[in-house]
């Protein structure tokens, strides 16, 4: 599935900021599809995923109550609504989803970390300034 992200940018601590990610000409029923982050000298961060399926959702605790993951009504864009910025939040935040028909209620299905981080979106800046 393709994945064109958007959105992010340079933000004030305390501020907010939206992320989409869109697969053009597809929708994201029965995927799972989750935000990672990245910074620089570090591995991927697995921030939020959403269930296409069952709408379930799952938050790291670095994000929990300031983040929220949600979809449009046909499930074509995936929106990571920011909130509470804070500095450690600066990184390149990447989309990605794969084939699942569960919930994530319990976390970031296996099924996603199999997929190549070739096949993740472009990756978006997001820097927030203290």
């Known amino acids: 599935v393709q994945l064109v992200e958007s959105g992010g940018g340079l933000v004030q601590a305390g501020g907010s900021a939206r992320l989409i990610c869109a697969t053009p000409?597809?929708?994201?029923?029965?995927?799972?599809v989750g935000w990672f982050r990245q910074v620089p000298g570090k591995a991927h961060e697995g921030v939020s995923c959403?269930?296409?399926?069952?709408?379930?959702?799952y938050y790291a605790d670095s994000v929990k109550g300031r983040f929220t993951i949600a979809s449009d009504f046909e499930r074509r864009e995936i929106f990571l609504l920011m909130n509470n910025l804070k500095a450690e939040d600066t990184a390149v935040y990447y989309c990605?989803?794969?084939?699942?028909?569960?919930?994530?209620?319990?976390?970031?299905?296996?099924?996603?970390?199999?997929?190549?981080?070739?096949?993740w979106g472009q990756g978006i800046q997001v820097t927030v300034s203290s």
């Open positions: 000409g597809s929708t994201f029923d029965g995927y799972a």
């Open positions: 990605a989803a794969a084939r699942y028909g569960g919930s994530v209620a319990g976390g970031f299905p296996l099924e996603i970390y199999k997929i190549d981080t070739g096949s």
């Open positions: 959403l269930s296409g399926v069952d709408g379930s959702t």
